[in-house]
């Protein structure tokens, strides 16, 4: 079988939110021919975009599910995965980061690097996967391009460099100028299909000079083929390309293009640099661990003729059966193939498989390393590896953030609590971040998540896809508890009621642990507490961390220490010291000052200057600690860390104070005790809700 | 929460207030180097030893962005707590980061009107109440004697201490009679306080040329660790 792997990219396209990330796919999946008609996100049409095929992203003009699609450029397949923006939806943009081989950071000329952009590229770094930058909107006012790319190398650390100039700005927006070419490039035609090359205007001649000589500089340090002849006057366009692809593949580089996606700018570059400079799967080094192997670290090999290792990386739940989407990192997967999960050793057989488009799928025979395809009616968890029978080997497991956020749902009659348990299912297998349990002492069906909106999603998601109609509670912020001194417990558990008795002693104390959520540490000499009952100890302590006794939040960064008890020789148990155990937690728990976590969001509220007096009042009066403040031209971002608990229904009170003009984004930062005043409310309201039952 | 002693040996303590008492009300200082040799560095110190010393800190930084600055307090933080238990450092840490705030501007942006809007902000909505004011990056230059004294008005209104970066130029060879190089040769009677950075072998030294403070001597010279850009003793 011949398999090109060298004509195979698989990028992903991310950014922060409303920056064009949906607009330029749209854009890309016209000019290669996969769709033949343009949907704006919040068109007039009301179809919207091609990637948007949720009805809850037409209707809020967001992401929600990254989606894929592939096109072909240049004779390359060009695998896409388009991400959602929201960082409520982090999940998916991790897991399209974790599976692709190259990115596309886009940011807004006007914006310029906002707070998600800065979280996106650190996903990005985190899963070491190159990337070119496109400023985008080049045709909006305030449009500057220059600045972004500063911005590019002082707020996200990257060796930034030029590859084009722009040909005008804002309503002038004409073209671009392509600075390894040096030739002026125009979008003529409608739709802007037709490329046009001509000369460098003359009155830009000089400054596109002068940024070649950037862009020569820079790249001429991953060449020395290029230094030289950049030296002797008579570098070449290979020549450049060359390096610059070097560069940005060891990570050193940025190229940076520009235009605007929605006046059909700069798009057919764009997709030529991530041809030239973005990798193709065999570039990238791809790990995995051989489980037969004492798991020992194994580089893939991008070759179909290898056994198959594929990893699972997003589930989704259709009209016919679970889809699974896989990437392929070593050997091919053809149709009637039996493969194995690493996880379960289960054999599975592919039945159908196919390449998706949006919500619209292609069958095909099979696919080759480096391909991302979906598989039909298997029955796994995202993140689990799929190889040939004959080896065993898990590739490593991607970073799923825990819930900060939850709330209890009430479905409002029989029929929509069947629905919604369904529902449920399908959520939590899709995604990893959304979490649902019922509570046993209120018997409410809680759900969790990252953020309002996300929950939010989930909710009408229940009602539109599954008739499950639901009352959502108050939401509510996932405490947590800790303890912030060492304290002794010693404590014996005796019961005797007839028939055998129960008795366990357990001795030691417990301590604040620094990094971790909980540490067992048996220091038990001279047999005080038999070695089989040892384990006990341990799950009695386990038990304990979940339900503090302060809030009834779990218990985090505890080390329990035993190092002495007593057993019976007919009464002793495993129950009796797991008993034994979550007494002497209770005793020490009391006398270690336990004190209740919050999280902390670090929120970045951005909108006209005129209002930060407002906004900085408004974060304030949050419990905010207003870090600082960035104030360009009339454009001000406010950045403070705000305690998620006073967050809720923020962003109505954003709008009315600015008359709509800011907006926000927050993400999770840390846990920090809550203050005194505010954990005395936290705990009467436990307290309270503790009595009711 | 407090830790003066922490201080005391390790930053300019001895330039942030008059001998044996800690400083208050209005005072004007500036720190005068070339590009590259620490201001921002000084500056830092100057902040972190009032916030350490219970004030609260507003640290304007005309041209360099937020993320910048921060990285300077983090650095010079970890200098100075280096020693100190985790657990004290990460409380003292909570602790600068609640009297400290950060405001950045573009340069194009920054004026004495706007540093009025933003105080006027903050104070009059009780978001927070700076005791002192860093300035870094302000354009000497560019503004004369009036627009420098207007800011000194304004500070003294609001009862402020304000430290301030300036830049000089290898090639500017003015000096204002006391020694004051340019570009605050001109506008040097408005400060109180003047330290200058100097690259001498084998590093690079504090000298203090004025200060009315009587804090220092002028005419003393401190030199500076270059690896943490911290005042050494002595």
Redesign the interface.
Known sequence: MKWNIDKVRNIGISAHIDSGKTTLTERILYYTQRIHAIHEVRGKDGVGATMDSMDLEKERGITIQSAATYCSWQDHTVNIIDTPGHVDFTIEVERALRVLDGAVLILCSVGGVQSQSITVNRQMTRYKVPRIVFINKCDRTGANPGRVARQVREKLGLNAVMMQLPIGLESDLNGVIDLVKMKAIYFDGDQGETIRYDEIPADLLAEAEARREELLDAASMFSDELMEAALEGTPTEEMIIAAVRQGTLALELAPVLVGSAYKNKGVQPLLDAVINYLPAPADIENTALDMANDEQEFTVVPDPEKPLISLAFKLEDGRYGQLTYVRTYQGAMKKGDTIVNSRTGKKVKIGRLVRMHANEMEEIEQAGPGDIVALFGIDCASGDTFTSPEVSMSMSSMHVPEPVISLAIIPVDNKSQGNMSKALNRFTKEDPTFKTFVDPETNETIISGMGELHLDVYIERMKREYMAEVEAGRPRVAYRETITRRAEFNYIHKKQTGGSGQFGRVAGYMEPLEEGEYEFVDKIVGGAIPREFISSCDKGFTKSLQKGTLAGAPVTGVRCVINDGAAHAVDSSDVAFQLAAVGAFKEGYLKARPVIMEPIMKVAAEGPSEFQGAVMGSLNQRRGIIIGTTEESNYTVVEAEVPLAEMFGYSTVLRSLTQGKAEFTMEFSAYKPVPKSVAEDVIKAYQEEKNKK | MLDKDLVMNKTLRILNRKQGEDSTGCRMGVVIARAGLGKTAILVQIALDNIFHGRNVL?VSVGE??????AWYDDMFLHVTGDLP?DRAAELAEYV??NR??????E??FSRP?LEE?L???VY????RPDCVVVDGFDFSAADFDEVADIKDLMSSMNLQVWFSALSHRADQRVSKEGIPAPCHDIADLFETVIVLKPEAPGINLHVIKDETACVVPGKVLALDPSSMTVQEG
């Open positions: 640290h962005g937020l993320e910048k600055a921060r985790a980061q609640r705030m950060i405001m950045t501007f573009k194009a942006v706007k933003r006027n902000d903050l909505q009780d978001i927070f």
